[in-house]
C-alpha cells in the first residue's frame, strides 16, 4: 500500500545546529516574555514553564537556544523507546517527543496517545498548511490509514531512503563503472558491484563493498517487495506474508547479501555502529542511506570530492522510492504543557533551527519555502541535489501497520535471520518462520487497539 507525497534518523551524530533570538523576536512576538502554563483551556501565565522534551543529545543545542528565546525551561529525556512507551502508559509523558513520522504514527495514534495538532496549526502565523511538503501527511491518521485525518506531527526533514552513495575513488580503483544519475541498478547490480568492492586479508573483510538496509532490514524488505511488485503487509495492514513470490525474492536477496559478507547485516553486524565512521575512513565503497547522509559527507571537504548520489535499487519493474523515516516531533496526547511545547514546536520548524538544517544537507526541508536552502555550493553538492530531485519523481511512502512498532519487527527479524544466514536455510522456511512470530506479535497488537 502506498500513498504519493513530494527519519531523519536518532544516527545524524554530526549534526550540530543553533538557533538565534531574533525568529522569537520577530515570527513569535511576545512569546519570550511569557507563555501559558500548558493547559488547553488558555490557563493562568506565568514567567516561564517547564518543557520535557524526548530526544537524542544531537538536538539539544538547538532546543536549548529556543528555550532561552522563548523564556521556556527545557528537560531533556534520552529518546528510549522502552521508557516512552512506560511514561505513555502512566499517562505522564514527555511534552515533545522525537519519532519517525512513516512508521510510528499509525502505532500511536490508533492507541489515542497523540494530541491533534490541527487546532494549533490552523492559528499558527508561521507554519502553514500551504507550506507544508506533502511528506507531512505521514503525521497524518484517520484511524483507518495514514496519510489522511487529523496532523499529529511534523517531519523536521525528509529523505528518500534507499537511495545510496558511492566513493569514486572506490569504484575506479576497482574499474567499475559509476552508476547512473537517473537510472536505477537492479538488486541483483548493485550486488555484484558491492562483491567486486569488497576487501578481505586473512578471511576477514576490510572494505565493506557495500551497506544495505541503513534504516533497518525491515524496511529494507518492505521497499524491494514493492519494488518487485507485492506488499509485505496485508491491505488491512493486520498481517505479513513473506512467503509471497515478491517477497520471498527480497528475502532471497538479503540472505545471499548477508552470506557474501559483503556488508554490515543481521549476523555480522558494523562494529563502527553506523555507515558514517566507517564511510568515511574508506572501508565502504556505497553506502545505503538517503539524502541527509550528505550533511555528514558535506562535512569533510575531502570525502565530499570522492562522494556521490545515486537512486534507489530496484527488484523489480515497479519503481519506488520510498521514505520509512520522516522525523519529526509529535506532542502526547496527556502532555501536561502542550501550549509551551508547541511554541517549541514552531521555533524548532519554522525558525533558525529548520534553516540550518535545509543549508546544512541533512535531508530535504518539509517546508517548501526552505527548499532554496538546500545547498548546491560544491560539485557534490549540485550532483546529490540534481539526483535527488529526480528522484523525487519515483517518490512514495509504504503504510505502515497500526498493530506493532517496527523495532518490534526488526527484533524478530535480528532474532531469526542470523541463525538461517550461517545454518543456509531456505528462504521459503524462514519465511514459514517469519510470518508465524511477526503475525503473532501483530495480532497481540490489534487485541489491544479494538
Given at each position: 500500500m502506498t500513498f504519493p507525497t513530494t527519519g531523519s534518523l536518532d544516527r545524524r551524530r554530526f549534526l550540530a545546529v543553533s538557533a538565534g533570538a531574533a525568529f522569537a523576536a520577530t515570527a513569535l512576538p511576545g512569546c519570550a516574555a511569557s507563555v501559558d502554563d500548558g493547559s488547553e483551556s488558555g490557563g493562568t501565565k506565568r514567567e516561564s514553564a517547564t518543557v520535557t522534551v524526548m530526544t537524542p543529545d544531537d538536538e539539544k543545542k538547538a532546543f536549548q537556544a529556543a528555550g532561552k528565546a522563548l523564556g521556556i525551561k527545557i528537560n531533556f529525556i534520552a529518546r528510549d523507546e522502552t521508557r516512552l512507551n512506560a511514561m505513555l502508559a502512566a499517562k505522564n509523558p514527555p511534552d515533545l517527543v522525537r519519532g519517525l513520522g512513516a512508521v510510528e504514527t499509525p502505532y500511536f495514534a490508533a492507541r489515542g496517545l497523540m494530541a491533534d495538532l490541527d487546532p494549533y496549526f490552523a492559528k499558527s502565523s508561521v507554519l502553514k498548511a500551504s507550506d507544508l511538503d506533502p511528506v507531512n501527511d505521514v503525521w497524518r491518521y484517520d484511524?483507518?490509514?495514514?496519510?489522511?485525518?487529523?496532523?499529529?506531527?511534523?517531519?523536521?526533514?525528509?529523505?528518500?531512503?534507499?537511495?545510496?552513495?558511492?566513493?569514486?575513488?572506490?569504484?575506479?580503483?576497482?574499474?567499475?563503472?559509476?552508476?547512473?544519475?537517473?537510472?536505477?541498478?537492479?538488486?541483483?547490480?548493485?550486488?555484484?558491484?558491492?562483491?567486486?568492492?569488497t576487501k578481505r586479508r586473512l578471511g576477514k573483510v576490510k572494505v565493506y563493498g557495500m551497506s544495505a538496509a541503513g534504516l533497518g532490514t525491515f524496511a529494507q524488505l518492505m521497499h524491494m517487495t514493492a519494488s518487485a511488485g507485492g506488499s509485505l503487509f496485508a491491505e488491512d495492514l493486520a498481517s505479513v506474508d513473506l512467503s509471497s513470490p515478491?517477497?520471498?525474492?527480497?528475502?532471497?536477496?538479503?540472505?545471499?547479501?548477508?552470506?557474501?559478507?559483503?556488508?554490515?547485516?543481521?549476523?555480522?553486524?558494523?562494529?563502527?555502529g553506523w555507515d558514517w565512521p566507517t564511510y568515511q575512513a574508506g572501508r565502504m565503497a556505497m553506502a545505503g542511506d538517503g539524502y541527509w547522509f550528505g550533511g555528514a559527507i558535506g562535512g569533510d571537504p575531502k570525502i565530499a570530492e570522492v562522494s556521490r548520489f545515486a537512486p534507489a535499487p530496484q527488484l523489480g519493474s515497479n519503481?519506488?522510492?520510498?521514505?520509512?523515516?520522516?522525523?519529526?516531533?509529535?506532542?502526547?496526547?496527556?502532555?501536561?504543557?502542550?501550549?509551551?511545547?508547541?511554541?517549541?514546536?514552531?521555533?524548532?520548524?519554522?525558525?533558525?533551527?529548520?534553516?540550518?538544517?535545509?543549508?546544512?544537507?541533512?535531508?530535504?526541508?518539509?517546508?517548501?519555502?526552505?527548499?532554496?536552502?538546500?545547498?548546491?555550493?560544491?560539485?557534490f553538492q549540485k550532483q546529490a541535489l540534481q539526483v535527488q530531485e529526480k528522484e523525487l519523481e519515483h517518490f512514495s511512502v509504504l503504510s505502515f501497520t497500526p498493530y506493532a512498532q517496527v523495532t518490534a519487527l526488526d527484533g524478530i527479524l535480528n532474532k531469526v535471520l542470523p541463525r538461517a544466514v550461517k545454518g543456509k536455510t531456505s528462504a521459503g522456511k524462514v519465511a514459514d518462520e517469519l510470518n508465524k512470530l511477526m503475525n503473532e506479535q501483530i495480532a497481540k497488537g490489534k487485541e489491544l487497539v479494538g
Open positions: 484511524g483507518q490509514k495514514q496519510g489522511a485525518g487529523p496532523r499529529y506531527g511534523m517531519a523536521k526533514d525528509y529523505s528518500q531512503d534507499q537511495m545510496f552513495w558511492y566513493r569514486t575513488d572506490l569504484l575506479e580503483a576497482a574499474k567499475l563503472d559509476l552508476p547512473s544519475e537517473t537510472e536505477p541498478l537492479s538488486y541483483d547490480e548493485w550486488l555484484d558491484m558491492g562483491k567486486q568492492l515478491e517477497a520471498r525474492k527480497a528475502l532471497s536477496w538479503y540472505l545471499e547479501y548477508a552470506r557474501a559478507d559483503v556488508g554490515p547485516n543481521v549476523a555480522n553486524p558494523n562494529p563502527d519503481r519506488v522510492s520510498p521514505c520509512f523515516g520522516a522525523t519529526g516531533y509529535w506532542i502526547p496526547k496527556e502532555a501536561k504543557n502542550k501550549d509551551a511545547a508547541w511554541k517549541l514546536f514552531e521555533y524548532y520548524f519554522a525558525g533558525k533551527p529548520a534553516q540550518d538544517r535545509a543549508s546544512g544537507g541533512w535531508g530535504i526541508p518539509s517546508l517548501k519555502s526552505l527548499r532554496s536552502l538546500m545547498p548546491q555550493g560544491t560539485e
